[in-house]
């Protein structure tokens, strides 16, 4: 009890498992006790690699910490009835999250666990016998998920332990929080080398792993986040122009299940739906718990709220796409309830009362960097390749709802929020833009500057005393 104490005291240690060498979507978890005799052949860096991907199950799940944050820490989503230590996760949209949170200190653990596996890999790669090409492409790949993955955790606890090799429990001690300027430098570094070292979208030879795009584009909202629009124009134009993305004509072909990595899709999840495959959980977990008929399973997760629903302008095409307003029971009874719609498999093979949908998950596709580059270059013309797909009159136009969304950057802000609508993006604009306090405070919740960033996990600081905790959680 004492080890596992140290191992979890920042969460950076874990026990290695490895998916099958075909793809990263078929994992048969083999027990390696001893790494240092592992990391040799080609083949054995290629499942490692295929390890690693399989993190993204796990950091982008449906009750992942970018969905609570994203999600119900914003004004899109609400919870009822969900599993677990309801506490706990109501905590989230009522903006009080205590240090003890359950679901905290899961997300931390999944992040620093995560890392272990990108870590090990980086570390191994350089000294082993393989073809220089080889060490270059995976090297790119794991810096893009470690880049990805502090990106996400400087968003949402700011300063952070830096972990940048496997290290002891021992050592792990010794790793305090880094200040927020170390974690973005080593951001960018790392995305900086992805883009420099990754293929073209067109080049990639297995679907989902990173590409050169796929960096640039996280890259342009790291340099977003920074206030670098200078920088972010820059690289998000040359995903522009690089010829490999469009968007697809109608919105409504983004969300056919079969319609995976398409043209719009920069970095995409991938899942394989039926048994014995990882089956994609989106569509269940966001159904109500009480819904037995859409689904046989609902998780309740990320409930749409009525302020969402009104966000959109009337005849937007957008709102009838992403949301459901209600369901029919077996009784005949209408439950007026509003829930995502995007990621429905109406088809999906069922087992064991549980449907196994074969949706991806876009964590990066088009449409967002073209909403990013009208905000990096004060050009409405990208915001308004946006709504022209939705066939929505342009900003500057007699038809926009000027009185509604005066100024470019408030249009932006409302596309955003209905194009991207429950796709884990609302919170972290907010915050980037500045606008989490006024616009959330408006709405009613009680949110505080402290409390845009989670606690540090009571059990850390408990494991570990020298780290401190975010203001406001003492």
Request: glycine share 4%; hydrophobic share 40%.
């Amino acid at each position: 009890m004492n080890t596992i104490k140290r191992i979890i005291a920042i969460g950076c240690l874990c026990i290695l498992s490895f998916g099958c060498k075909e793809s990263f979507l078929d994992l048969a978890p083999l027990s390696n006790s001893n790494a240092s005799n592992f990391y040799k052949t080609q083949e054995d860096f290629d499942l490692a690699v295929n390890n690693a991907y399989s993190t993204l199950y796990t950091i982008y799940a449906p009750e992942s910490a970018v969905s609570y944050c994203a999600e119900q820490m914003s004004d899109n989503a609400t919870l009822y009835n969900v599993a677990g230590i309801q506490a706990d996760r109501w905590a989230f949209k009522d903006y009080i999250v205590k240090p003890a949170n359950t679901e905290v200190y899961r997300f931390w653990q999944n992040y620093y666990n995560a890392l272990y596996s990108i870590n090990i890999i980086l570390e191994k790669i350089e000294g082993a016998d393989l073809a220089e090409a080889y060490k270059q492409q995976v090297s790119a790949e794991m810096k893009f998920l470690r880049g990805l993955y502090y990106f996400n955790m400087v968003r949402m606890w700011g300063e952070v332990p830096l972990v940048t090799r496997p290290v002891t429990a021992d050592e792990s001690y010794d790793i305090l929080r880094s200040p927020e300027a170390d974690i973005y430098s080593l951001v960018l570094e790392d995305l900086q080398y992805a883009a420099e070292h990754l293929p073209l979208a067109s080049e990639v030879s297995v679907p989902g792993k990173a590409s050169k795009g796929a960096a640039q584009t996280l890259l342009g909202k790291v340099y977003l986040t920074l206030e670098d629009k200078t920088a972010a124009a820059q690289v998000l134009q040359e995903v522009v122009s690089s010829g490999q993305y469009a968007l697809l004509p109608d919105y409504a072909s983004l969300w056919i299940v079969s319609n995976k990595n398409t043209a719009e899709s920069v970095f995409e999840i991938q899942y394989k739906g039926g048994a014995g495959n990882p089956f994609s959980p989106y569509w269940t977990a966001f159904a109500p718990t009480e819904n037995f008929v859409l689904t046989l399973y609902g998780g309740g997760m990320n409930q749409v709220t009525d302020n969402l629903w009104n966000e959109y302008e009337a005849d937007d095409p957008r709102k009838e796409l992403s949301i459901f307003t209600g369901y029919t029971n077996k009784a005949g009874t209408f439950i007026p309830i509003k829930f995502p719609k995007k990621w429905v498999d109406s088809t999906a093979q069922t087992v064991n009362g549980r449907e196994l949908s074969d949706n991806n998950f876009m964590v990066l596709r088009y449409a967002d960097v073209l909403l990013m580059l009208s905000e990096a270059t004060d050009d409405p013309a990208y915001l308004n390749q946006v709504r022209a797909r939705a066939g929505l009159p342009a900003f500057g136009s007699a038809d926009y709802p000027m009185a509604k969304f005066p100024t470019l950057a408030l249009a932006i802000e409302h596309e955003r929020r209905v194009e991207l609508a429950l796709e884990f993006h609302r919170w972290f604009d907010l915050k980037r833009t500045d606008r989490a306090l006024p616009v959330l405070t408006a709405k009613g919740k009680p949110v505080t500057a402290d409390k845009l960033l989670l606690p540090i996990p009571e059990i850390v600081l408990q494991q570990n005393s020298a780290l401190l905790q975010n203001p406001g959680y003492d």
